[in-house]
């Protein structure tokens, strides 16, 4: 971590951007290569929302893990909701891959806790 700020908020901050980041996704296909107005300015304050969240969570979060996790988020929410919004299918094997994304995710967080120190002689 690089400041002293709550990290507990700052992982909430990351799951929002990463629930932004998912917004954004699906907007820009809806939006259909930004030819949809409505949909392309969804996805361009979703994207303006990703951002800022994320950066914010960053301030607390190392950018490597934070920016792994938020893509994971960014990329499992989208495959899950893609089928229900757009028609598009969720095959076994691609809720295989999933399950490995979101397991990779979780041993991040896992591994972004409290430092320990070593007694000294």
């Known amino acids: 971590m690089t400041q002293d700020t709550n990290p507990a908020r700052a992982w909430l901050v990351l799951?929002?951007?990463g629930a932004f980041e998912v917004?954004?996704?699906?907007?820009?296909?809806?939006s259909q290569g930004f030819t949809v107005l409505s949909w392309s300015l969804v996805a361009v304050v979703f994207f303006l929302l990703t951002l800022f969240a994320l950066s914010v969570?960053?301030?607390?979060?190392?950018?490597g893990i934070?920016?792994?996790?938020?893509a994971g988020i960014g990329a499992v929410g989208a495959a899950l909701l893609?089928?229900?919004f757009f028609g598009e299918t969720l095959t076994p094997v691609k809720a295989f891959w999933l399950t490995v994304i979101i397991a990779g995710v979780v041993?991040?967080?896992?591994?972004?806790g409290p430092?320990?120190?070593?007694a000294q002689p």
Do not use: E
């Open 82 to 84: 893609g089928p229900t």
């Open 115 to 118: 430092k320990r120190t070593q």
């Open 107 to 112: 041993w991040l967080k896992l591994s972004d």
């Open 23 to 30: 917004g954004y996704a699906l907007s820009v296909g809806g």
């Open 15 to 17: 799951l929002l951007a």
């Open 57 to 63: 969570a960053l301030r607390t979060i190392d950018v």
């Open 66 to 70: 934070g920016y792994a996790v938020w």
